[in-house]
């Protein structure tokens, strides 16, 4: 309180609307805005659909590799991959067939300069799928890679 009588009542009267107001706000936010009805069957087959939709996409499947990984000690460590690759539309498949090679050398640059430690965990592999994907969608010259999936992936 501040000693003068007017201007603490001033500031009583302002806490007790703004106080009023958010209390109002919060019981109308909760009990008179209805919520949007949703169609759980409705819901259910978008998401079916979608599920077949991914399943049918054209994926380039590609020959087990081996990379050898970064070690500054002196034991030998590796990657043993075999991947898929899903692309966005069907002659963005057969195009990429013809550059395996291509796509080999883009993993084994990438994968070979990360660390096994690095590769080992969940968030490794997500950054190594995001890296191939962005190398070789700036190869390719445009977002032909939709996304890459890994159907072995051994580190020894």
């Given amino acids: 309180m501040t000693g003068k009588p007017l201007f603490d009542k001033i500031i ?12 109002g706000l919060v019981y109308y936010s909760h009990n008179m805005i209805e919520k949007p009805k949703t169609n759980k069957q ?45 692309v966005y539309k069907e002659e963005y498949k057969d195009n990429l067939s013809n550059f395996k090679s291509i796509i080999n050398d883009q993993l084994i640059d990438v994968a070979g300069n990360m660390k096994a430690d690095q590769l080992n965990s969940i968030t490794g592999k997500i950054l190594l799928e995001s890296r191939i994907k962005k190398r070789l969608n700036e ?7 939709k996304k890459i999936y890994f159907s072995k992936f051994i580190i020894q």
């Fill in 12 to 23: 009583m009267a302002i806490s007790l609307v703004c106080s009023l107001g958010s209390a």
């Fill in 139 to 145: 190869i390719f010259g445009a977002s032909t890679i």
């Fill in 42 to 86: 409705k819901e259910f087959n978008d998401m079916a659909q979608s599920a077949i939709s991914d399943l049918q996409s054209p994926r380039i499947s590609m020959e087990e590799i081996s990379v050898n990984l970064y070690s500054r000690k002196t034991r030998l460590r590796f990657l043993n991959v075999k991947m898929d690759i899903e």
